[in-house]
């Protein structure tokens, strides 16, 4: 078993498990040490939990409780698997709803309403996705306990006070966009719990706080990417991402074209517009 942390913030943590055990490996007792959803991405195994024994198969969640023991088996799958773990403090889960019977360790067979938010957050982990990783664990903490309990999210009238902390906010990002702000923190800013505030966030302006931060990050880039002189890596990291590869996918997402594909259309449609002006005047 490999395990690399992919996000770490007060409220949650998100890890990447890869497994290669395989039938002629023997399972051992395990026991959770925190409320955690986590998401095959790849292969199978097998759960025994509180004296039921579940398959778990690509799209499926392994639900996890402090305190619950568990043991993992491989006996109808030799290629090992792969998980996305989301794994939440007990704080965070009171704040979106209860932590209590739903958390009980049991595996969750794949159903829309949840594997559509493990494979988001495999597309945040991966670079693929404008919503940060700790975004996607809120939102799938909501998501599970609402199809758990059969209780969906009341959408009451968002008051006056609420919308100006988001208003509030979206220019604190727009302000502070080259700098490394991760969700906490805005909440923090706006006075608020991070679920809270995301819920709200997104209600008032369309876009999470992290996909507000990514776009007010590639409206900087365009206008420097007309400054022939400095370098598209330059760039990147000089509006705030941390990696030129997670750059040019964002852009590209949302230019249709590279960074460079658009400097130079940008670039070749202005020489197009002098070279029409130039021959007007000439004539």
């Not at 995301?198 to 992290?210: D, E, I, Q």
Request: with cysteine; proline share 5%.
């Amino acid at each position: 078993m490999t395990a690399r942390l992919l996000c770490s913030c007060p409220a949650l943590a998100v890890m990447d498990y890869r497994c290669m055990a395989g039938p002629d490996d023997r399972p051992f007792a395990e026991m959770h040490t925190c409320l955690s959803l986590s998401y095959v991405r790849r292969g199978s195994f097998g759960l025994k939990a509180r004296g039921a024994t579940y398959d778990l198969v690509p799209g499926a969640f392994l639900v996890g409780r402090p305190g619950d023991d568990y043991q993992c088996t491989h006996e109808h799958h030799s290629g090992g698997d792969d998980c996305l773990s989301f794994q939440f403090t007990d704080a965070a889960i009171d704040v979106i709803g209860p932590a209590g019977e739903v958390w009980r360790t049991r595996a969750i067979p794949p159903i829309a309403e949840l594997a559509v938010f493990g494979e988001l957050g495999q597309a945040a982990a991966d670079g693929r996705s404008d919503m940060g990783l700790d975004e996607v664990g809120q939102v799938l903490a909501a998501r599970f306990i609402a199809t758990a309990t059969g209780r969906e999210e009341c959408r009451t009238p968002i008051r006056a006070l609420d919308r100006r902390r988001c208003v509030e906010a979206a220019l604190w990002l727009e302000a502070r966009s080259a700098d490394p702000i991760d969700l906490e923190a805005t909440a923090a800013f706006a006075g608020l719990s991070p679920f809270h505030f995301l819920r709200l966030f997104r209600r008032v302006t369309g876009a999470t706080p992290h996909q507000y931060l990514v776009r007010c990050r590639l409206r900087r880039a365009a206008s420097l990417l007309a400054d022939p002189g400095r370098s598209v890596t330059d760039i990147a990291f000089d509006v705030g991402f941390g990696d030129l590869s997670n750059f040019v996918n964002a852009f590209r997402r949302a230019a249709g074209v590279s960074p460079r594909g658009f400097r130079k259309a940008s670039r070749d449609r202005r020489n197009f517009y002098q070279d029409r002006i130039g021959r007007t005047v000439l004539a």
